[in-house]
T-cell receptor, first 114, second 116 residues
Framework: ETGVTQSPTHLIKTRGQQVTLRCSSQ?????VSWYQQALGQGPQFIFQ???????GRGNFPPRFSGLQFPNYSSELNVNALELDDSALYLC?????????????FGPGTRLTVL | AQTVTQSQPEMSVQEAETVTLSCTYD???????LFWYKQPPSRQMILVIR??????QNATENRFSVNFQKAAKSFSLKISDSQLGDAAMYFC?????????????FGGGTRVLVKP
């Protein structure tokens, strides 16, 4: 167990709806990264938050947005859901240590879009 | 942009024997980190081993070791004395040390099957 938690575990939505996924980082970690993992593929970087500011973004459209809170927990919001958004969403927390930080992952949220 | 390639979709190994997983990557950077993560059916991604590109010595963690060939941009993982609990998806990942942020770039994964 890494100490990173995510909720909910599973979620079913219909196309066009909006969804919010939540992540609690490991104690002492101030950075949260979000990844999308389609079935049978490796995770793809969505974005990262460091001290409540976005600190890098992957090749995802603006309908993917996020927040980080003062306690360093984070949310991933996806608007106007599409069928291709069906995936496992992983968050990872870390604490920058001069570049030597390692990301620790949560168990993920499985999103199904019908 | 960096890319990571894992050419073996699936590998099978007998319990107690050794298996080696391949990973190649493409980058123009000289300073970076490489990782192997394990993802069992429970889905949680677990760090197996980490290698810093400026260190020539190959990293080792118990039964897991890597063969890091910087010039060839190759980073293979050897699992010795394989156990049933080693069965999982294994992902190779790259992280820049030069660029801002610390995003991981993953390969497509290799499924490891362990036969009793």
């Amino acid at each position: 167990e890494t100490g990173v938690t995510q909720s909910p575990t599973h979620l079913i939505k219909t196309r066009g709806q909006q969804v919010t996924l939540r992540c609690s980082s490991q104690s002492g970690h101030n950075t949260v990264s979000w990844y999308q993992q389609a079935l049978g593929q490796g995770p793809q970087f969505i974005f990262q938050y460091y001290r409540e500011e976005e600190n890098g973004r992957g090749n995802f459209p603006p309908r993917f947005s996020g927040l980080q809170f003062p306690n360093y927990s984070s949310e991933l919001n996806v608007n106007a859901l599409e069928l291709d958004d069906s995936a496992l969403y992983l968050c990872a927390s870390s604490r920058p240590q001069g570049g030597a930080d390692t990301q620790y992952f949560g168990p993920g949220t499985r999103l199904t879009v019908l | 942009a960096q890319t990571v390639t894992q050419s073996q979709p699936e590998m099978s190994v007998q319990e107690a024997e050794t298996v080696t997983l391949s990973c190649t990557y493409d980058t123009s950077e000289s300073d970076y980190y490489l990782f192997w993560y394990k993802q069992p059916p429970s889905r949680q991604m677990i760090l197996v081993i980490r290698q810093e590109a400026y260190k020539q010595q190959n990293a080792t963690e118990n039964r897991f070791s890597v063969n890091f060939q910087k010039a060839a941009k190759s980073f293979s993982l050897k699992i010795s004395d394989s156990q049933l609990g080693d069965a999982a998806m294994y992902f190779c990942a790259y992280r820049s040390r030069e660029a801002a942020g610390n995003k991981l770039t993953f390969g497509g994964g290799t499924r490891v099957l362990v036969k009793p």
